[in-house]
């Protein structure tokens, strides 16, 4: 075996690689015919493969900080690009007439109009914050594929990329506190940061991947019947209904820095509003 293993910046223990992943002795009879792994699975690796323009901006946002923007460039992007890989090997295994690359390259035009320095907030305390909110939104999105998969080979690769995910999310938040150490911003601002990201998560990256995952699907799935907006609700409200509702909030909550008492007291209620939001 290789032994040029990378290594988790979190536990220092060996990270998965993606030569490691038997796509081999992928069951495709137990995903080919499945309409919402497809789009969804499309999809991220649209998302995936394009974070390099996104980890890039970020790590000169945080040019100041040597400890971030190395742990950016050597750490979160390259998981981020092996995410994408690992999952474009997996949708051109069991679905190989899909024109990939072509739709890939169509989303890339319209999705790297967002890549820009302009879309992150200046206040890089407030930046941290809105990748905690991503961060919650793509463990909420690898939840629900992990739920819905019944294929070993697939389990396998949600399983490594849903844990590099909720470490992502964990760096981001320690940055944060880091951050707000040493100048803090307060709580209603960081909570606007909070409100603001998360109403744009549903018109973000996603969204656009889907849309062409859709514009490219050719024959798969061409008589579910299904209209594209008819999908995308469907889609959206399937990843929201299958994240737990306390996981959320915790995640959204941990980046106020609440006393442990008062986030305990609010917690709950806020658990069962999400719930119901989230239900419909």
């Known amino acids: 075996m290789q032994q040029n293993l990378s290594y988790s910046s979190q536990s220092g223990s060996p990270h998965w690689r993606i030569e490691d992943i038997a796509f081999a002795e992928i069951d495709r009879a137990a995903v080919e015919n499945n309409e919402d792994l497809f789009f969804l699975l499309m999809s991220a690796s649209f998302v995936e493969t394009g974070s390099d323009t996104y980890a890039t901006n970020l790590a000169e946002h945080y040019a100041a900080y040597p400890e971030i923007a190395s742990w950016l460039k050597d750490h979160w992007e390259a998981e981020e690009l092996q995410h994408g890989q690992s999952l474009r090997v997996y949708v051109e295994t069991v679905w190989p007439e899909f024109p990939w690359q072509q739709a890939y390259d169509s989303f890339f035009a319209e999705y790297s109009k ?12 407030l930046e941290m914050v ?9 463990t909420a999105y690898y939840h629900t594929l992990r739920e819905l998969s019944d294929e070993p080979v697939l389990t396998g690769l949600l399983d490594n990329i849903r844990s590099d995910e909720v470490s992502h999310y964990k760096h981001f938040l320690k940055y944060f506190k880091q951050l707000q150490g040493q ?3 307060g709580r209603m601002r960081i909570a606007g940061a909070l409100y603001g990201r998360l109403k744009e998560l549903r018109e973000s990256d996603s969204d656009i991947a889907l849309r062409h995952v859709w514009a490219h699907k050719g024959r798969y799935f061409a008589n579910s019947g299904r209209r594209f907006e008819d999908l995308a609700r469907h889609i959206y409200e399937l990843v929201s209904r299958r994240l737990p509702a306390d996981l959320a909030v915790r995640m ?12 305990g007291l609010i917690r ?13």
């Open 130 to 138: 809105a990748r905690c909110v991503v961060e919650t939104g793509t």
């Open 114 to 125: 967002l890549c820009t320095m302009e879309e992150l907030y200046p206040d890089q305390r």
């Open 268 to 280: 709950t209620p806020i658990s069962k509003l999400a719930t119901r939001v989230m239900s419909h």
């Open 252 to 263: 959204l909550l941990k980046p106020m820095l609440l006393p442990a008492r008062v986030e």
């Open 183 to 185: 100048s803090p911003v």
